[in-house]
């Protein structure tokens, strides 16, 4: 019991002074002087604590909250109105116990993210398993995680198979099969299997562990919206004491000028922003859908236009080589040498090439040269091979026979990319790569069409294969044959024509344009550090679906800050005119600026469950 | 001589956002505090002081005596 009440102190005080008054209502009939103790009594209780943080922060000079609340009661009391005072510390104490209770809900979904962690690793050293604290895991041990266990580190999967459910990062709840080679993350759950793990990144390195961190930064940043009301609060609070005191002095109702100080003060204007950004944050982390600041949020809430990369966005960015077509020489022998000048390459074509190569003896290759946006060259067997596009073939005066251009049209019709092949400046033919649209691409387009956005495709390749894919997924507009550079002027462009635009892509080669945006989502960025850093929303999995419902929590969050506001100023001016014509007093004044406080956290709490639509 | 430190604190839940404003008000008029932010949606307090002058657990005691109680604290220089 003692224990309890020390730990409950705050519901037992609410739980005695509402019995207090309870009984003071009971004995009226019988005893004016039995109500008028009990109410005292009350009033004491729920309004020591009150009283005592209400001195304590005048002693630092500090005029709060609960120095109102203080004078109202004892007023109460000394003009012979006990009711009023203990409803007013009563209601007081009550709204603040249900506030703290209820915020508590709206970062829930953090919570259940952070129970995710994993509290412990099974780590092999010398052969033997041993239990240790996940961050004690150094990098390069192996870590051995069985059926429902969670996996503790990042890394790569050793030895073993798995069903593993990584919703805590991706938001995918659909479980996925590992096996030796694949990569897992800190946080995902072990549903079957038995693996081992080579750790990659341990403790507050991992990808989850980032995560969190930036989702609560994230509901600490204040969006414009909440400095705008802050500003307004800084004005505002000194209005309504020059409004109180001006009451005072003029009707010389002193009563009614404590009931103004009481109920102006802004709390469900404050908090009616930044309480709706934390329920919104939290429901797009439990989505796999990283926001980092309340901002963002907003400005997702206002996207007109849709720019996306292709490679690795629209698609899954895994090219394949599809064609090859060869002049003089055979076909092995012209992919053999573009693979071995690709050999080295990052480029998602030169690895399609490569990989497109499989089995074939490369040689080695010297002098290579990147040409970012045109294609590479390098010396293979003392022959000078250039692998590119067309324009890098003109800029270097190297002709494109008829028969291999007409080759090209046919491929790039069907929305493939073919690059060109020369040796010692003369084109000996050309390869085709393609790359497989996501499965989701065309209805997320559309969703996003259907909400009224304009969805474009800012792409490198050429127009040709540009507009096949634009086709497909019905797109309204491409911009084709861009250089990095050039995406970023693109961007620049539409904004300036007064859009606002949110650039979706994976965050590794289109970082620029992702920065120039007014809103940068980056794509599968679990695992990828740069995409993660650089992006305003990171998407935790590879499923576009989850642009569209960045988009439509945005505009949910925005509606849920408005009414919010609406609501706030409302009441709060509702309550002045009312206490100014006498209408409103103490104890409902109190009641309905608590209630309002309370209607604004409840409201913040429906976009924790939403779930698009 | 000065010896500043920065702790970040989890407050308990508090119960309204003027008692935010009130705890970073009071905190920061603490005789060697340099500087106080409570941050209201996630109840964490991040004060800067000279350990020289004030010490940890006078913060903690003034916070107290607001009503509110500390769940936990790192430090750092």
């Known amino acids: 019991m003692g224990i309890w009440l020390r730990k409950n102190e705050k519901l037992a005080v609410l739980i005695i002074s509402g019995l207090l008054i309870a009984l003071a209502f009971l004995v009226t009939p019988y005893s004016q002087n039995g109500r008028t103790v009990l109410m005292i009594v009350a009033a004491v209780v729920s309004g020591f604590r009150i009283a005592q943080t209400a001195l304590f922060a005048l002693q630092s000079g500090v005029v709060s909250i609960q120095l109102l609340v203080t004078i109202a009661a004892v007023g109460g009391i000394a003009i012979g109105n006990p009711w009023e005072a203990a409803a007013v510390t009563f209601l007081f104490a009550f709204g603040g116990y249900l506030e703290a209770r209820t915020i508590g809900k709206t970062r829930e979904a953090i919570q259940q993210l952070l129970n995710l962690a994993p509290a412990s690793a099974t780590v092999l050293r010398g052969g033997e398993e041993l239990v240790v604290d996940p961050e004690e895991v150094m990098v390069g041990e192996t870590v051995v995680v069985r059926s429902g266990g969670k996996i503790p580190v990042d890394g790569i999967v050793s030895k073993g198979t798995a069903s593993v459910n990584q919703a805590a990062i991706t938001g995918e709840s659909a479980p996925l099969d590992v096996s030796s080679g694949n990569k897992v993350f800190s946080g995902s759950l072990l549903e079957a299997g038995y693996v081992e793990i080579t750790a990659e990144r341990v403790g507050d390195d991992t990808t989850f562990a980032r995560i969190l961190h930036m989702v609560e930064e994230a509901q600490e940043r204040k969006a414009p919206t909440q400095k705008f009301i802050e500003r307004f609060a800084r004005w505002y609070t000194p209005g309504i004491i020059l409004l109180s005191l001006a009451v005072g002095i003029f009707t010389r109702n002193l009563h009614m000028a404590l009931t103004l100080l009481v109920i102006g003060c802004p709390g469900a204007l404050v908090i009616s922003t930044p309480i709706s950004m934390v329920a919104g944050i939290g429901n797009a982390a439990k989505n796999g859908i990283l926001v980092k600041g309340g901002e963002f949020l907003e400005k997702a809430g206002k996207v007109t236009v849709v720019a996306f990369d292709k490679t690795g966005t629209l698609t899954e960015g895994k090219p394949a080589l599809t064609g090859v077509m060869s002049l003089d020489v055979s076909e092995s022998e012209l992919l053999q040498l573009a693979a071995s000048v690709e050999k080295g390459s990052e480029h998602h074509i030169g690895r399609a090439i490569v990989s497109g190569s499989k089995g074939a003896a490369l040689s080695s290759v010297d002098e290579v040269q990147v040409f970012a946006g045109g294609g590479i060259r390098g010396l293979v067997e003392g022959r000078h091979i250039l692998v590119g596009n067309r324009r890098l073939f003109a800029e270097n005066h190297i002709s494109v026979p008829d028969p291999v251009e007409a080759w090209m049209q046919e491929r790039e019709n069907r929305g493939e990319t073919p690059v060109l092949v020369a040796s010692d400046c003369v084109t000996i033919g050309s390869l085709s790569i393609a790359d497989t649209l996501r499965e989701e691409a065309a209805d997320a387009v559309a969703g996003l069409k259907r909400a009224g956005k304009r969805v474009i495709m800012l792409t490198g390749d050429n127009p040709r294969t540009a507009r096949a894919t634009a086709d497909k997924l019905g797109l309204d507009d491409f911009r084709a044959q861009l250089l990095p550079e050039d995406k970023v002027k693109a961007i620049q462009e539409l904004r300036a024509s007064g859009a606002f635009v949110a650039m979706v892509g994976d965050g590794i080669n289109d970082t620029p344009a992702l920065a120039e945006s007014d809103l940068g989502i980056a794509m599968g960025a679990a695992g990828t550090d740069a995409a993660i850093e650089t992006a305003d929303l990171a998407l935790m999995s590879d499923n576009l679906s989850k642009v569209t419902y960045a988009f439509q929590l945005g505009k949910a969050t925005l509606a849920n800050i408005r009414q919010n506001v609406a609501f706030a100023v409302a009441v709060v001016f509702l309550l002045v005119i009312g206490v100014l014509g006498q209408k409103v007093f103490l104890a409902t004044g109190m009641l309905a600026h608590e209630a309002s406080v309370m209607l604004v956290i409840l409201n913040a709490l429906r976009l924790r469950t939403w779930k698009g639509k | ?77």
């Open chain 2, 1 to 77: 001589m000065a010896d500043m430190v920065k702790v970040t604190a989890k407050l308990e839940q508090l119960s309204c956002p003027d008692c935010a404003n009130m705890i970073e008000r009071v905190v920061k008029k603490q005789k060697g505090v340099e500087s106080t932010e409570v941050r209201y949606t996630t109840n964490k307090l991040i004060v800067t002081f000279d350990k020289a002058v004030i010490g940890w657990e006078d913060i903690e005691k003034a916070i107290g005596k607001l009503g509110y109680a500390v769940v936990s604290k790192t430090e750092s220089v």
